[in-house]
């Protein structure tokens, strides 16, 4: 149901892969919502996933970018502001991978060259994304700014690998840019940290499954969806929460503040 939280807004989408990836989701609500926007990714997801499905869909183009990439970014945000005809309003950055958990290295075992390369794609990304928008004053007053995060940025998931660290970063750069953009434009930048989602970079997790099925049983509302995750976008790049920033907003149907649960505690008690 449309309520045009977003009309007249103009946005850009990265890190839609296929139809699991959580920003096709964001994707689809924001134009349900009224939204206009780019999509984009790493060249290599044009192979691997459908975007142009989702462009087609949504009414929208999609401009490659590596997100490592400063000149790709500098590029981005001149082509976008030409294509939609303005400044930019939301940003949605939903972008991860960590070579040492493609290649099965153990934390305790990282090969550094990999860590690096985990932590540009990740966390050092998301600053160069801004970065690029301030440079090219790409953002309207009261614009909003996401990124997506894991709770392993804040308590230890030992699967999770280098990812957590990089997670902490990311989280730790919404709340440093968020207070420059908030005094540039009131611009807002905030992250969330979402439930254990089935996708492409989810699934890629040693033991995703068991912890899939370990949050669920302990989340008192079970695991957020990516399209709840996506309403939940909406509403922090609508209007509606223009005093938000600087914030990691957990959105994981009550994980981060549950101890146990009694579907839990009951496998103990046998
Ligand atoms: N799936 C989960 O369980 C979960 C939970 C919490 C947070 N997240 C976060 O959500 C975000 C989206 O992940 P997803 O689960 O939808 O998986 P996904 O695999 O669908 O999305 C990851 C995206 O990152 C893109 N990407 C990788 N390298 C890139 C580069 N160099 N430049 C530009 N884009 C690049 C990929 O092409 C892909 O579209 C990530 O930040 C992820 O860490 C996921």
Known sequence: MSNNLLKGKRGIIFGALDSKSIAWKVAENCKEQGAEFVLTNAPIA???GTINELAEKTGSQVILADATSV??????????MEI???KI???LHSIGMSVNVRKGRHYTNQNYDFTVKGF???????HKVMQAAWKHDAMNDYGSILALSYIAAQRTFPDYNDMADNKSFLESVARSFGYHFGKKNNVRVNTISQSPTITTAGSGVKGFDGFFKYAEKISPLGNASSDDCAKYCVTLFSDLSRSVTMQNLF???????????EEVLENFLK
């Open 120 to 126: 540009d794609v990740s966390a050092m990304s998301f």
């Open 84 to 86: 939609l005809g303005g």
């Open 251 to 261: 959105h994981d149907g009550g994980f981060s503040n549950t101890g146990v649960s």
């Open 46 to 48: 044009l192979r691997m």
């Open 89 to 91: 309003d939301f940003i």
């Open 71 to 80: 000149e790709d970014l500098e590029n981005l945000m001149t082509k976008s």
